[in-house]
T-cell receptor, first 117, second 115 residues
Framework: AQTVTQSQPEMSVQEAETVTLSCTYD???????LFWYKQPPSRQMILVIR??????QNATENRFSVNFQKAAKSFSLKISDSQLGDAAMYFC??????????????FGKGTHLIIQP | KAGVTQTPRYLIKTRGQQVTLSCSPI?????VSWYQQTPGQGLQFLFE???????NKGNFPGRFSGRQFSNSRSEMNVSTLELGDSALYLC??????????????FGPGTRLLVL
């Protein structure tokens, strides 16, 4: 079974600075997706960024980028120019290609990101 | 496009009762997955439906069931409620390319409290 580990239960960053959230995962598969989701106090789960394992290029979405290290099974999220609206729980998630992805997402425990004005 | 909608948003039940939660996916999305979120266990996969068929189920007892209709809307049912079933239940929908699920988009969730 796959596991996802987020070793930082809470992170704090000053507004406008850069912060990196860590995620490691364990799998024996070679084809899979990795995701970062954000869950603000409203509890709505919002997709931040997605990475396909076969792609060597790291995904980027505006101020959000990832550092995907497949051999090390590491998938960190970098948030540049942090804004107050970035405050939320951030979840790293894994999904296999096998079975069409019907096994569902495996989530980490989450990192609570605090933005200090 | 409208997002994933879930009804009801909040629900209070007592032990032993049953409950049905509903999820309407984004238009064109044919896969619907359900997740349970609790402070202790975090986010856990319940089941996934595609073309009215349950393709997989997570490690939950048989009290948890679901179904999908021909319009891709899905319901999940929990019978004989226990206190530990109190949770946020999240529904996610996605496009399917071939049989491969694409990115999942989540609804706002249904918060269930069992007394």
């Amino acid at each position: 079974a796959q596991t996802v580990t987020q070793s930082q239960p809470e992170m704090s960053v000053q507004e406008a600075e850069t912060v990196t959230l860590s995620c490691t995962y364990d799998t024996s598969e070679s084809d899979y997706y990795l995701f970062w989701y954000k869950q603000p106090p409203s509890r709505q789960m919002i997709l931040v960024i997605r990475q396909e394992a076969y792609k060597q290029q790291n995904a980027t979405e505006n101020r959000f980028s990832v550092n995907f290290q497949k051999a090390a099974k590491s998938f960190s999220l970098k948030i540049s120019d942090s804004q107050l609206g970035d405050a939320a729980m951030y979840f790293c998630a894994y999904r296999s290609y096998s079975g069409g992805g019907a096994d569902g997402l495996t989530f980490g425990k989450g990192t609570h990101l605090i933005i200090q004005p | 496009k409208a997002g994933v909608t879930q009804t009801p948003r909040y629900l209070i039940k007592t032990r032993g009762q049953q409950v049905t939660l509903s999820c309407s996916p984004i238009s064109g999305h044919r896969s619907v997955s359900w997740y349970q979120q609790t402070p202790g266990q975090g986010l856990q996969f319940l089941f996934e439906y595609f073309s009215e068929t349950q393709r997989n189920k997570g490690n939950f007892p048989g009290r948890f069931s679901g179904r999908q209709f021909s319009n891709s809307r899905s319901e999940m049912n929990v019978s004989t409620l226990e206190l530990g079933d109190s949770a946020l239940y999240l529904c996610a929908s996605s496009l399917v390319q071939g049989f491969l699920i694409e990115t999942q988009y989540f609804g706002p969730g249904t918060r269930l409290l069992v007394l």
